[in-house]
């Protein structure tokens, strides 16, 4: 293992996936006063752990994605793809995860209820798109040499 091969990016990737999981534990959600909004039948505050059922799992896994590619980075691991590659797909994913369930395809909860983003929500996204970020800063670091036509 050589510490010495980590790059900017992969630190930025780091502090991006901890902003993404500490972000899961502020409000993300809340239903306002006096209001029949109701979120799991319940009203309040809500994180993203007390808001959905599966995509908590997907942000939280795809909070590991900088540290497997310090790991590949690290040990000198051949690739197929340029690191950092996978990275960015991640954060892109999560970052289009997080808008669809809260602008796009509306807010969690019942129909027609009163329920509000709270800052959790957008520390989460600016988590996704650091992640993004990483992926693509390491990724245009690596540079791919031409190869000659005709060969595989």
């Known amino acids: 293992m050589n510490v010495s091969r980590l790059q900017r990016s992969e630190y930025i990737g780091f502090i991006s996936a901890a902003v993404l999981l500490l972000a899961m534990f502020l409000p993300w959600f809340a239903t306002s006063e006096g209001s029949n909004g109701?979120?799991?039948?319940a009203a309040g505050s809500f994180n993203a752990w007390d808001t959905f059922a599966v995509l908590d799992f997907l942000l939280a896994a795809a909070c590991s994605a900088p540290f497997i590619l310090a790991w590949i980075v690290t040990?000198?691991?051949d690739l197929s793809w340029r690191?950092?590659?996978v990275t960015m797909i991640v954060g892109m994913t999560a970052f289009v995860l997080i808008l669809?369930?809260?602008i796009v395809l509306g807010r969690p909860g019942e129909?027609?209820?009163e329920i509000s983003l709270r800052f959790g929500y957008f520390v989460a996204m600016l988590g996704a798109l650091g992640l993004c970020l990483s992926g693509v800063l390491r990724q245009a670091s690596g540079v791919r040499t031409r190869r000659p036509p005709g060969t595989f």
């Open 38 to 41: 109701r979120i799991n039948g």
């Open 111 to 113: 129909p027609d209820s």
């Open 100 to 102: 669809l369930n809260g």
């Open 83 to 85: 690191p950092g590659e």
């Open 75 to 77: 040990r000198g691991h």
